[in-house]
């Protein structure tokens, strides 16, 4: 795992999306893990601002809630579309969402592993971390081994997700559809990106405590290819930090990042 941290959210988020955008430009055919929430809604932001051809891409997103349907407003197949799929060239059918308003769920979890799988494996996959450590919607005590099923919402997250739900956390589904800890760790690389000093505790949590299932993203720290990119409030409790900006700081494979 390499950790990096940029001064403020706006030097973050501009990292990862040139990060995504240059593995588009070497690798077109690029397999694409997505996510949503409102951080990643400024990395999409300022991939249309770089104007990436995702014509030969396929993506897969993390997660959805259960009971919506793709056209629900709340959905994040909605949340797509509105944020990057129909701003840009990506070709509709290499866009893969879990279906979260299937009648059989298993069959519907056990359909998308097989995409996925058929596909290649995913390429790059991003991440967001919510406050109780989840990755996709991996909430605490995910097996890391775990493959794409359906998963109940902890309260926090429900309360983290109310905004977009007009503020209520008991409009928020109880259930999600979210690709596994084990799906996520397949994929070739990965990059994490948190902003904001909401998560914080989570990011050290995540980075520097134990691997365990009580904080699915601590699983990371079993990849070989992870990068963390993280804004200045975020890292506030790391306590490697000084490590962390030396490599920034002196690995050459930094070196045209750090202008
Ligand atoms: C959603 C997802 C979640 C979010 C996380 C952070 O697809 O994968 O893990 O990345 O909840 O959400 P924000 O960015 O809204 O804090």
Same mark, same amino acid.
């Given at each position: 795992m ?5 001064? +403020? %959210?706006?030097? /973050?988020v ?5 990060l995504i955008?240059?593995?588009i430009r070497?690798?077109?055919? *690029?397999?694409l $893990?997505l996510a ?8 999409y932001? @300022?991939? =249309?601002?770089?104007?990436v051809?995702f014509?030969?891409?396929t993506s897969? @997103? &993390? +997660?959805?809630?259960? !009971? ?5 407003p ?14 840009? +060239?990506?070709?509709?059918?290499? *866009? ?7 009648d ?14 058929? /596909?290649? !494996?995913?390429?790059?996959?991003? =991440?967001g971390?919510?406050?109780? !450590?989840?990755? !996709?919607?991996?909430?605490?005590l995910?097996?890391i ?5 359906d998963?109940?919402? *902890? ?8 905004a977009?739900?007009? $503020? ?5 589904p109880?259930?999600? =559809?979210t690709?596994?800890?084990?799906t996520? &760790? ?6 994490? &990106?948190?902003?904001?000093? %909401?998560? %914080?505790?989570?990011?050290?949590q995540a980075?520097?405590?134990?691997? *365990?299932s009580m904080?699915s #993203?601590?699983? &990371?720290?079993?990849?070989? @290819?992870?990068?963390v ?5 975020s #890292?506030?409790?790391?306590? $490697?930090r000084?490590?962390y900006e030396?490599v920034f +700081? @002196?690995?050459?494979?930094?070196a045209a990042f750090?202008?």
């Amino acid at each position: 795992m390499e950790v990096i941290i940029r001064p +403020d %959210a706006v030097a /973050a988020v501009d990292l990862v999306a040139r990060l995504i955008a240059e593995r588009i430009r070497r690798h077109p055919k *690029t397999v694409l $893990g997505l996510a949503t929430g409102r951080t990643m809604e400024k990395v999409y932001a @300022n991939l =249309l601002e770089r104007r990436v051809s995702f014509s030969q891409c396929t993506s897969f @997103n &993390l +997660d959805e809630y259960i !009971g919506l349907s793709a056209d629900d407003p709340q959905s994040y197949r909605h949340y797509m579309q509105q944020h990057l799929f129909s701003k840009t +060239d990506f070709q509709p059918q290499n *866009t893969h969402i879990p279906e979260g308003d299937a009648d059989d769920l298993e069959q519907a979890a056990h359909h998308y592993e097989q995409l996925i799988s058929e /596909a290649g !494996g995913i390429d790059l996959q991003l =991440l967001g971390i919510g406050e109780a !450590g989840h990755i !996709g919607f991996n909430e605490p005590l995910s097996a890391i081994m775990s493959r794409t099923r359906d998963k109940c919402l *902890t309260p926090m997250t429900r309360r983290q997700n109310a905004a977009m739900f007009g $503020g209520d956390p008991g409009r928020v589904p109880k259930r999600a =559809l979210t690709m596994g800890v084990g799906t996520i &760790l397949e994929a070739q690389e990965i990059i994490l &990106l948190a902003t904001g000093s %909401a998560k %914080a505790a989570i990011i050290a949590q995540a980075v520097e405590g134990p691997i *365990t299932s009580m904080v699915s #993203a601590s699983a &990371l720290q079993l990849h070989p @290819n992870c990068k963390v990119v993280v804004d200045n409030s975020s #890292a506030s409790q790391l306590q $490697g930090r000084e490590y962390y900006e030396f490599v920034f +700081d @002196n690995e050459p494979e930094w070196a045209a990042f750090r202008q």
